[in-house]
Each structure stands twice: as C-alpha cells, then as structure tokens.
C-alpha cells in the first residue's frame, strides 16, 4: 500500500467505527424470562421440504418427534386438521400428557369440509382424554371462505354431536363485526397478530391486552381463549411493524409475562417454523415458529436479547475485507493527500460492510434451489454495482482530493527544423461541402511550418456534395491534396488507411480531425513540438464545440461533454491510459505502421488504437486545454446514436483485448492502463446490466400485483443498493462538475440530464456489443441536419417513452394493489422512481431537441477558453 503514515490512522479510525457502530445497534437488551413452560403452541408438524402443496406430509415417527421435543416446554398444542397424520397428534400427544386442542381445516369445498368434520367427531367421541376443546375452522370467514351463515350452520351441527368447548378461530376483529358467531360457540378463539395491523413491537403487547379487554365487554360471558399469537422473525415490514429474531424474542417474553399476569389461556404462533407458508402469507410465513425448520430455539429464553448474536464475527469480516479493498484502491496512490486517502477508506469500509451482511442476511433465510440461485445472481450483482461504486469512488477522489499531478504536460520549446512534418487527414462521407470548406480555411491559415492536409471522401455518391470540396483543396495549394473513393471498405477507419498511403514520405506525424473541425492556429505548433520526445507516440486534444450557444439542447451536450475531458481524461492521464478519439489527435507515424494502422474491425477504431499503442509500450500527451471546434448532433436521435456507437465500440474493444487487459497476454501494458481501461467502461457496463435488472423489475412487479400475498417487494438490501448507486452516481457528478470543471449547479444539473437520457441507448449497445457481437455498421453523427418536428421527438424516443410508461402503470397498480404498508414495498415504489428517472430524462432531452429557439442561457455552460499563447496543467 502506497501512502502516509496518516493511512493507518484513518484505517484504524474507521476499524473503532465499525465495531462500535455493530455493537451499538447489538446493545443486550433485558427480557422477562421465558417461563418453564407455556399453557399451549400452535403446532404444524411439517419438516423442512414437506408441504401440503406438494402433498409431502410428515411421518408419523417425526410428529412423535416434535411432541417429545415440546413436551418439555408446553401444557398443551393447537392443530388445524385431523386429515392423515394429524388426525393421530391427540393419540401421541397423550403419551406426553400434553392437552390439545383439535383443530378441522375448512375452506370454500363443502364436500372436504364435511369430511373434516366428520373426522373431527370421530376421533372426539373415541374419548381421548387430552382432547380440552376443538375449532372448526381457522380464519375461514376472514378468507370468506365461507359466509358466517355457513360457519353458525358447520358450528351448531358440531356442538350437537360433541362434548367438547367448541368454536371457531378468527381474529378479534372478526368477531367484533360479526357478533352473531359468538352465539353458537363456547368459547371465543382469537387471534391476536399485531404484526399483521402493522402495530410496532414495543406497543403490541399493550394493544393486545387493550382488545382482551374490548372483547371481554363486548362478549362477558363467553371465555375467551387466544388461539394464536406471535411475531415472525423474518420477512418484510408492515407498517410500524419489523420482523426479525430479536423482534419476535422480546415480543414473545414480554407478552407471555403480561398473560400470565391477566390471566389468559393462549397459545403461541407458534412452535416450528413453517417454509411452507411462504405461499399463503409472503416473505413472513414461514418465520413464525419459536423453534428454527431443524427444530432449533431461535433465541434465549432467558438470557439478554441481542439483535444479531454473531456480530463480532460480521464486524471482524467487514474489516478485513475492506482492508484488503484498501489495498486494491490505495495501489500507486501517492498523489492523493489524506481525505482523499479517507474517502476510499470510508467506501471500501462502506461496501464490505454491506457484502458482509448481504450474505449473513440471505444465510439466515429458508432457500430452495430457486430461491439459493436467485440469491447468488443477486449477491453478484450487488457485487458488482459495489466493484462500479468503488472505481467511481477512486475517480471522484483521484478528481479533487490530490497532491501534485505526476503527468503535467510542460511546453516544449523548439525550432521551426525540430518541429516534425505532420500529415493532417480529415476523412468524409456525405458532409455538407460549406462546413468543410470552413474546416479547410481554419487548417489553411495554421501557424506551423511543414504539414499538409489529406481529406479523404469515402462513398459519397453526390458528385454536388464532394467536387466543391475538392475544388476548394486546389484553390488552398499544394498542401491540400483530396481523394474520393467509392467504393471504399472500412468505413472511417478504411479511409484513414487510404489516407496513410497517400502520405508523403517525409511526414512523421499524422493528425486526425474530423470534418467539422475549426482548429486553432496553434495547434500543430504547441502540440506537434511533444513529438520530439521519442517516448511520446500520441499527442491528444480534447473534442470541442462551436455551436453550443445555438439552442438548450447544444448546450446540454456540450454541458455532459465536458466532463469527460476535463475529469475523466484527465486522471486517466495520470497513468498513461487516456481514450484516444478520432479527432485533434496527432500519432507518432512510426508507431501507426507499428500497430498495422487503424483497426477496421470496430467501429471506434480510435480508441482502439489507442490501446493497440498503449499495448507496444508507447506513451501519450494529454493536454486539457481546446485546440479545436467542431459541431454537436443537432437532434437527440443522433446524440443517442453517438453515444451508442461509442459504447457499442468500447465493448467490441473489450472483447478484442480481453486477454490484454486481463493479463493473459503478454504486452506493454501496465496494471494502471489495465485497471483505467476496465473501470473507466465499467459505468457503461453498469448501464447494460441496470437494463436486465429493470426488466426483472418489471416481473416482479407484475408478480407483486397479481399476487401480492405470495410476492412481496425484494428485501430491503436489494432497493437500497440500486438507489444507493443511483443516488450515488449523480452526487458524484454534480459535485464534480460544480468542483473541477467550474460550472454552476444548473449547468451541473443539464449535464446529469443530458448524461442520464443516454442511459437507454448505452445499454443497448453494451449488451449488443458484450453478448450479440456482430459487426455494427459505422453510424455517421449528421451534423447540421434539419431539426425534428416536435412529434418526431417522441418518435425519437418511443422506446423511452414506453419503458417509462410501464413503469409508471406498474407503480400505480402497486400502489393500488398492494398499498404502502410495508416499508419494503415504499423502497421498491422509489427503486422504480429511479429506473424511470433515466427514461423521462431521454423523453425531456428529445423533446428540448425538437425547440431550437429554446435559449441556451439557462444552462449557463461557458465555453472552453482559447488556448492559444498558453499551455496550463489540468484543473485543480
């Protein structure tokens, strides 16, 4: 680890946060203790992979098994049906000494229920002295599965034929809107989940006690037993309500002492958990048991509550992973000073303490294969988006929080005989003829003593678009020299091969523009001059704009544009990894025949040699400053197309030189080139995955809304993640651009907008370009095109519009549906808020492209300096 001795401190710091930050939220909480035994449990004898779905049902010997292991704990059991297996409990029950109370499972089938019943009385006319009292039916008017007029029918004919306290079990509020069951019962089974009203833990206890007694006014003279009561140790929130084990825990001691003290016959919710439930009451069914599915306690009975007992172990984990994440970030760092030292330390801290309790979270739940593969996929994919996070972080800090720039690009002074000769190609297709024009004068009027300029037509069929170009290169002179070919293979790159032939022999350097380009006098002269170093093979200039005071939407682009060169470009810089692009760039000639010239494989084959030179162990010159003009797409459609070719290129790069990057190949490369080449496409990546997650967004949605029991929002980890990274992302580029790149927020603000409505196009091209590969055709940016009619902009962006849309039908189904009881459910209505985010910004963009007139002066951009007379290091 490279670094001050201030490092140590800083890690250490953060070492005391983190367990004291574990610790704080694990403070031992004191609890009634757990009685040695209790008057009853709700038992469901399922084991784990057994199921009525599935028509997997217990033995006979392992429901032995689980009344043995209660025996020690309870007075008495509840069941819910006396259908196969369970019809026995009483019988082995009474080995035990252990009461029950019988339980017959009705639904909306009158012929089963019958069954049911009839089974029920059989086995209470046996005589079974264990059996206290029996319930026909649980919660079966709340389902309606039946109507209370069936349930007073199914109750009366059951007390005829036992003599057994008969009833049915419902929640108290049940009874209270339907007090005419309590007429032909005796006694009242209630149930009593708080959890379920959404009631906080420290109030529950309270609020049962206070419906007892609502229940007891109501109906003095029936007893009243609670036929279920409890907390589930996982799951999703309702309300105030929070599931978890320490939950569950201090509910449960807390209320058993206030029972004992009021006096009530109760039995817990109950004995083991239930996996199987997961399909009747979402993420919380199968989490009610007081024993774990391996017929483990799943808290003290008597001891202090601590939230999560293993919490050292977490926080031990936590640190060293995020020392070794220090390690990786802190790597060649010696120009950072301490708070960019912190901030990494603080991130690595940040994102190995969310891995670690990712997997302890996702460890503690109930897993089928299904649900054990989603789990991977998912962790990979936080994972990742942590990975994109950090590369960001390192950025952010390497931006704003350093020491001294270690490649300051100086002058070089020299003769006009040193300077080199420099070819300048300027390859074309279908380019209106007054805009080169324009391009050649500003070439023609140059300050620099040898070059010559090659402009190579490609394919252009219009003979009116391409011969007054070339007439204008005889009127230039001798250093003007024009080709037209068609037909030419190789789209730009096959034209800038063309032009290399072409190329006097005396030419050392050859400078690339493109056809829209104003160059400043200047030019060649400051920045051919760095040629002379023999180490130096690239000399690059920034890409610039002319036109971005011509209307709002320009002024976006040029806003989202500059970020790039002024914060990207330049700490790439720093370890000689910069992106090569196809214009104000000027390559070593030597070194371009070197590499085999440029690369007609992939439709960004200026960054592609770019790497091809990095990869042979030459350098590159980064100057900050502008040079040159040239013209923005004048409609959305063309920005999108831009950037996708631009992305689509960097994948098919990737691709390329994998074994390169990933150092399976022998090069030139250094880890630094590696590392920037990998992280600084990372985001781009990030978007093509982001775009699978919003699919996978959209079904789960669907599944929320067409059974919201079953489905319930994704744990709470999986929302923030995204939001985190969202939140996250436009931070960091606001606060950059207002820091480095000097611009106002609103400008900020234009560049974040212009930045996220790519988003789309970007992930479309990333996974083209990742997992589809074919050869994309070269898409030429128009520049100077007719502007789009108010509805084409719509046009322009229909698939964003679309996936807007839908996003938006499906939040309001959802919220409609489902509702925003669970705090889970409201961070997946803002994880949807913040995919949408990207497509309305796409939708904006395109429609501010379809007004012209719309004035460029609220965005506030400022144009890039002349940087003519003076060559200044990077911004600090």
Same mark, same amino acid.
């Given at each position: 680890m490279t670094g001050s001795k201030h490092t140590y401190l800083i890690v250490l710091a953060f070492v005391l946060f983190v367990f004291g930050l574990w610790g704080y939220f694990n403070n031992p909480s004191q609890e009634p203790p757990w009685p040695n035994k209790i008057p009853g449990f709700a038992f469901s004898p399922y084991q784990e992979g057994e199921s009525p779905f599935t028509s997997l049902y217990p033995s006979r010997e392992s429901v032995a098994q689980d009344i043995q292991i209660l025996s020690q704990s309870t007075h008495a059991i509840r069941t819910y049906t006396v259908n196969g297996v369970f019809g026995e409990i009483p019988a082995l029950a009474s080995k035990y000494k252990i009461n029950v109370a019988l339980g017959a499972w009705l639904d909306d089938n009158l012929e089963t229920n019958q069954i049911e019943l009839d089974s029920l009385v059989s086995i209470v006319k046996n005589k079974p002295y264990n059996i206290v009292r029996v319930m026909a039916g649980n919660e079966s008017v709340l389902r309606k599965d039946l109507t209370p007029e069936q349930m007073i029918a199914y109750l009366d004919a059951l007390r005829s034929k036992v003599d057994v306290p008969v009833s049915t079990a419902e929640p108290w509020d049940i009874w209270i809107k339907h007090p005419e069951l309590a007429e032909?019962?005796?006694?009242?089974?209630?149930?009593?989940?708080?959890?379920?009203?959404?009631?906080?833990?420290?109030?529950a206890t309270d609020?049962?006690?206070?419906?007892?007694?609502?229940?007891?006014?109501?109906? %003095?003279? &029936?007893?009243?037993?609670?036929?279920? #009561? =409890?907390?589930?140790?996982?799951?999703?929130?309702?309300?105030?309500?929070?599931?978890?084990?320490?939950?569950?825990a201090k509910f449960l001691r807390r209320f058993i002492e206030r029972?004992?003290?009021?006096?009530?016959?109760?039995?817990?919710?109950?004995?083991?958990?239930? %996996?199987? &439930?997961?399909?009747?009451?979402?993420? #919380? =069914?199968?989490?009610?048991g007081v024993y774990d599915v391996n017929r483990q306690a799943?808290?003290?009975?008597?001891?202090?509550?601590?939230?999560v007992p293993e919490w050292r172990l977490l926080a031990a984990s936590s640190v060293l992973l995020a020392i070794f994440l220090i390690m990786v970030l802190l790597i060649d760092s010696s120009t950072l000073d301490n708070r960019g030292r912190g901030f990494l330390v603080g991130s690595s801290f940040m994102a190995s303490s969310v891995i670690v309790w990712l997997v302890y979270d996702y460890s503690i739940h109930y897993q089928s294969w299904v649900s054990a593969l989603v789990g991977v996929l998912l962790l990979l994919g936080v994972v990742g988006v942590l990975v994109v996070i950090l590369t960001e972080a390192h950025e952010w800090a390497e931006a704003i929080w350093y020491k001294?720039?270690?490649r300051v690009l100086i002058e070089t002074e020299t003769t006009d005989e040193n300077l080199p000769f420099v070819s300048v190609h300027i390859p074309a297709y279908s380019e209106p003829p007054e805009m080169m024009i324009e391009t050649l004068n500003a070439l023609a009027e140059m300050d620099y003593p040898n070059f010559e300029v090659i402009v190579i037509d490609n394919n252009t069929q219009d003979p009116e678009v391409w011969e007054p170009v070339e007439a204008h290169c005889l009127l230039l002179g001798e250093r003007f020299r024009f080709f037209h070919e068609s037909p030419l293979a190789g789209y730009k790159a096959g034209a800038l091969n063309f032009a290399l032939k072409q190329t006097v022999p005396e030419a050392k350097a050859i400078a690339v523009i493109d056809s829209d380009y104003m160059v400043e006098p200047c030019w060649l002269r400051q920045l051919a001059a760095q040629l002379i170093n023999p180490e130096i093979a690239i000399v690059q200039a920034p890409q610039d704009y002319r036109d971005h005071q011509q209307n709002a939407f320009k002024a976006m682009c040029y806003a989202e544009y500059k970020g790039f060169f002024h914060l990207g470009m330049?700490?790439?810089?720093?370890?000689?990894a910069i992106i090569q692009h196809g214009t104000m760039t000027i390559v070593r000639r030597s070194v371009l025949e070197e590499v085999g010239g440029w690369g007609e494989t992939t439709i960004t084959e200026d960054a592609d040699l770019g790497l091809k030179i990095f990869e042979h162990g030459h350098q590159a010159a980064y100057v900050e400053q502008s040079f040159g003009k040239g013209l923005m797409p004048d409609t959305f459609i063309d920005y999108k197309q831009q950037r996708y070719r631009w992305a689509y290129g960097a994948m098919q790069i990737l691709r390329e030189h994998s074994k390169a990057l990933l150092h399976w190949k022998s090069t030139k490369l250094q880890s630094g080139q590696r590392y920037h080449f990998v992280a600084g496409w990372l985001p781009w990546i990030a978007d093509g995955f982001?775009?699978?997650?919003?699919?996978?967004?959209?079904?789960?949605s669907a599944l929320m809304i067409a059974n919201p029991i079953e489905f319930n929002a994704p744990q709470m980890i999986f929302s923030l993640i995204p939001i985190a990274f969202f939140g996250f992302k436009v931070i960091k580029m606001l606060i950059l651009y207002i820091g480095q790149v000097k611009t106002s927020f609103i400008t900020a603000l234009c560049a974040a907008i212009a930045g996220l409505a790519l988003s789309h196009a970007i992930a479309m091209a990333v996974l083209s370009g990742l997992f589809i590969g074919r050869q994309m055709p070269f898409v030429r940016t128009p520049k100077q095109a007719d502007t789009l009619a108010f509805t084409q902009a719509f046009i322009d962006a229909r698939m964003e519009t679309f996936m807007a849309t839908l996003l938006l039908v499906l939040m309001g189904l959802i919220v409609w549906r489902v509702g925003l009881d669970s705090f889970e459910t409201t961070l997946w209505?803002?994880?949807?808020?913040?995919?949408?985010?990207?497509?309305?910004?796409?939708?904006?963009?395109?429609?501010?492209?379809?007004?012209?007139?719309?004035?460029?002066?609220?965005?506030?951009?400022?144009?890039?300096?002349?940087?003519?007379?003076?060559?200044?290091p990077p911004l600090e």
């Open positions: 032909h019962v005796d006694y009242l089974a209630v149930h009593m989940l708080p959890f379920w009203e959404g009631i906080a833990m420290d109030s609020y049962i006690v206070e419906k007892m007694n609502l229940l007891k006014a109501t109906f %003095p003279n &029936k007893p009243i037993v609670i036929a279920e #009561v =409890g907390w589930p140790s996982s799951g999703r929130s309702i309300k105030e309500a929070s599931a978890s084990k320490s939950n569950e029972a004992n003290q009021e006096n009530y016959t109760f039995y817990i919710m109950e004995a083991f958990d239930q %996996p199987w &439930k997961d399909r009747l009451e979402g993420s #919380v =069914g199968g989490y009610w799943k808290f003290e009975f008597r001891s202090s509550i601590i939230a001294s720039r270690r330049v700490t790439r810089n720093e370890r000689n982001n775009f699978i997650f919003t699919l996978m967004a959209i079904v789960w209505i803002i994880v949807m808020v913040v995919q949408i985010i990207p497509y309305l910004a796409a939708l904006i963009l395109s429609l501010i492209s379809a007004m012209p007139k719309l004035s460029a002066a609220w965005v506030g951009v400022e144009a890039n300096k002349s940087a003519c007379h003076t060559v200044t």
